[in-house]
C-alpha cells in the first residue's frame, strides 16, 4: 500500500529507513522530509500542518496509511480533520486525535490526567499571567530547585530547573510577563524537583491493547555532564541498564496501564504512540511528561533494535487488533549522536556545507539537512544523528563516534559524553 509519513526530523528519517524494509509498503512520501529521507522514499513539499493539501495529495495518490511524525499536527487536530471529511475518514492514522494531543500540547493537561488517573508524578501547582504575584508567593514555599515548565510545546526547551527561589522568581516572571516562550508560557507549572535519573518509555496501542518498544535515556542539556541549556536531544541509548525487570513490571503496572485505563475511561480516541518520559526516583516510577509521538533522538536507538514489521504494527493499530502482536527487540545496544549547528539552541546558521564520508553500514540519520545543486548542506540545528550498534554502550558509542570522525562542516558540535554515565550500572 501506499504510505505518507509526515515530518522532517531525524525520527522521520529513521522511521522511514525502518518503514521501506516492509513488504507492507509498496510506495512510502514523506511531508516535507529532508535530505535522508529522500534517500529512502520520495519527499512531498507540504508543509506538516497543511491539512489541507495532505488531504489533497492523500486522495490523488491512494495512500491509505498516515504516519504523524511531529506534535504540533497532532496538537493542531490532523486526525480530527481527516475523520471529518469523507474523502479522508476512511485512511489510517497512527496518531491521537486533537483531545488525546494534549497529553503533550498542555503540560497542565497531563499533569491533571495524571492526577484523576492516580499515575505517579511530582507534584505542582499552575499559573497565568494573571497569577505573577502568587506564583512568586508559591515559589517561596517550594525546596530548591525548582522545575518551571512551559504549558505549551515549545519543542522540547520549555523545561528549566532553576537552582535558587531568585532565579526561578525571575524566569516565572520573563515566561508569563515577558512570554520567554511564546504562546507555550501562557501558562506555567512550577513543579517539585525529583532526584533520580531519567528514561523514556515507548507504548504504542489502539486504544484498548498496547506494545511497549525498547526503552531509551536521552542527553537533553547542550554541554557535556548535562550541563546549559536544554535542547530537543543531543543523543541516545537503547537499552537502558538501570530499567531492570522489576522496574519495568512497575512502569508497566503503575503507568501504562493506568495510562490506557484512564484514556478509554475519558472516552480520548488514542491510536498511536505514547512516549512517557520517567525519572527513576529509588527504583520507583514517576512520570515526568507525556508525549504522543515517538522521541527525537530515541527513535534513532530504538528501532534498530526492533526486528517486526513496522507498517505490520500500524495497520494492527489503526484496525485495533494490536492485542495479536508483541514487540521483538534484538539484543544489541543501540547509541546515537546528535551533532549540531554551532550555536544551538540558540542562534545558528544554515547552509554550511556538509562532508560525509560514511559506509552504507553505518547508521547516518538525517534532521535539518537539505540539497542544493548535489551539495549536502545543513537547514536547522540538530542536523544528524549518528548511530552506532554494538554488544555493549562502549561498543556501540565507539562506533558512532568512529563514524562522526568521517564528517565535517564548518561549526559542527556534538557532544563526546554520550553514554559515559550509565557505565556505572550493570553493563549490557
Known amino acids: 500500500m501506499n504510505i505518507l509519513l509526515i515530518g522532517n526530523g531525524g525520527r522521520e528519517h529513521a522511521l522511514a529507513w525502518k518503514m521501506t524494509q516492509s513488504s507492507r509498503c509498496e510506495k512510502l512520501y514523506v511531508a516535507p522530509g529532508n535530505a535522508g529521507t529522500a534517500l529512502v522514499a520520495e519527499n512531498v513539499s507540504i508543509a506538516v500542518d497543511d491539512f489541507k493539501n495532505l488531504g489533497r ?17 497532532l496538537v493542531k487536530g490532523i486526525r480530527n480533520y481527516f475523520e471529518n471529511d469523507s474523502t479522508l475518514s476512511g485512511i489510517g492514522i497512527v496518531g491521537p486525535d486533537q483531545t488525546g494531543a494534549q497529553l503533550e500540547g498542555s503540560k497542565d493537561f497531563s499533569k491533571q490526567f495524571m ?34 515548565k512551559a504549558d505549551g510545546l515549545a519543542a522540547g526547551k520549555g523545561v ?32 517539585e524537583f525529583l532526584d533520580g535519573i531519567e528514561l523514556s518509555v515507548f507504548v504504542l496501542t489502539d486504544g484498548k491493547h ?16 548535562d550541563t546549559g541549556p536544554n535542547t530537543g536531544g543531543m543523543g541516545a541509548v537503547s537499552p537502558v541498564p538501570f530499567a531492570n525487570k522489576d522496574f519495568r513490571n512497575k512502569v508497566d503496572r503503575q503507568v501504562i496501564q493506568p495510562t490506557i485505563a484512564g484514556l478509554a475511561k475519558e472516552k480520548i480516541d488514542f491510536k498511536g504512540f ?22 527525537d533522538p530515541e527513535t534513532q536507538v530504538i528501532l534498530p533494535r526492533i526486528e517486526n514489521d513496522l507498517v505490520e504494527l500500524f495497520e494492527a493499530t489503526v484496525n485495533g487488533n494490536l492485542d495479536q502482536y508483541s514487540v521483538k527487540t534484538k539484543n544489541e545496544v543501540a547509541a546515537t ?75 559542527l558540535y556534538f557532544r563526546k559524553d554520550i553514554g559515559k554515565d550509565l557505565l556505572n550500572y550493570t553493563k549490557i
Open 57 to 73: 495529495f492523500c486522495v490523488d495518490n491512494n495512500i491509505r496509511l498516515v504516519v504523524v511524525g511531529p506534535e504540533v499536527p
Open 115 to 148: 492526577l484523576r488517573h492516580g499515575i505517579p508524578t511530582a507534584k505542582a501547582k499552575t499559573f497565568n499571567a494573571a497569577q505573577v504575584e502568587e506564583g512568586l508567593t508559591y515559589i517561596k514555599t517550594c525546596q530548591t530547585p525548582i522545575v518551571l
Open 160 to 191: 528549566v530547573i532553576c537552582p535558587t527561589h531568585s532565579e526561578a522568581g525571575t524566569l516565572l516572571q520573563d515566561m508569563l510577563t515577558n512570554k520567554k516562550f511564546g504562546d507555550a508560557s501562557t501558562k506555567v507549572l512550577i513543579e
Open 210 to 225: 498496547y506494545v511497549c518498544f525498547p526503552e531509551a535515556k536521552d542527553y537533553k542539556r547542550i554541554g557535556e555532564k
Open 274 to 295: 505514547i512516549f512517557i518520559g520517567l525519572m527513576n526516583v529509588g527504583g520507583n516510577p514517576f512520570v515526568i511528561e507525556y508525549n504522543v509521538r515517538l522521541g
Open 337 to 411: 549522536v546528535v551533532l549540531v549547528s554551532g550555536g544551538y539552541p540558540e542562534k545558528y546558521e544554515k547552509g554550511k556545507t556538509i562532508s560525509m564520508n560514511s559506509s552504507n553500514d553505518e547508521m547516518v540519520f538525517h534532521a535539518g539537512t537539505r540539497m542544493d545543486n548535489g551539495r549536502l548542506l545543513t537547514d536547522g540545528g540538530r542536523v544528524l544523528a549518528v548511530t552506532g550498534i554494538g554488544d555493549s554502550i562502549e561498543g556501540a558509542t565507539k562506533k558512532a563516534y568512529k563514524t562522526i570522525s568521517t564528517i565535517s562542516w564548518d561549526g
